[in-house]
């Protein structure tokens, strides 16, 4: 017997929704693994100043621009996801529906007619903020469920299917 797929519509993806969820844009692990380098080259700068000024210098400010890089990731990805949904749609904002379905969770872009299903085996994150509910892929790929657009029992459904589903998910911080 196949199941009913559950349909979640009007996830309006726009700037404000992608601020609330810029610090998930990209992931923890490699914000770390970045932040070490950096660390370690402004390090390594220090030590080479000693023997070899110039050759110090650069390495610094190679681990200073990469501490900044990490600094300003999360404030440059909102806004690059808005610019890419401008190229797209030619507006400030991209409108989801999202089908629950058997195998698959079935994306549809209002604005632009594609569609696209991915495999629940593909999803390996989640979390939660106060306006969103966020599915990620192994790729960092993030599908945002809107909270505004459904009450507690639909949001309930919406988590308890994942969780079903969802066979590789974690928990994010």
Do not use: W
Not at 14 to 43: C, N
Not at 109 to 123: G, H, I, P, R
């Amino acid at each position: 017997m196949e199941e009913q797929a559950i349909r979640f519509s009007n996830q309006v993806m726009d700037e404000g929704i992608f601020q609330e969820v810029k610090q998930y844009m990209y992931p923890a692990d490699k914000q770390k693994k970045l932040f070490i380098v950096s660390v370690a080259a402004v390090i390594l700068g220090a030590v080479l100043l000693r023997t070899n000024i110039f050759g110090g210098v650069v390495v610094i400010v190679i681990g200073a621009l990469v501490l900044m890089e990490v600094l300003m990731m999360k404030n440059r990805a909102p806004k690059a996801a808005i610019t890419q949904i401008q190229k797209v749609t030619g507006k400030d904002y991209c409108t989801y529906t999202y089908t629950l379905g058997e195998h698959a969770l079935n994306i549809f872009c209002v604005e632009t007619k594609v569609k696209e299903n991915l495999s629940y085996e593909m999803f390996t994150r989640k979390t939660e903020t106060e306006h969103a509910f966020v599915l990620f892929t192994r790729e960092n790929r993030l599908v945002i469920f809107r909270k505004d657009t459904m009450g507690e029992q639909r949001l309930s459904q919406l988590k308890k299917i994942i969780e079903e589903k969802c066979k590789n998910l974690a928990a994010m911080k």
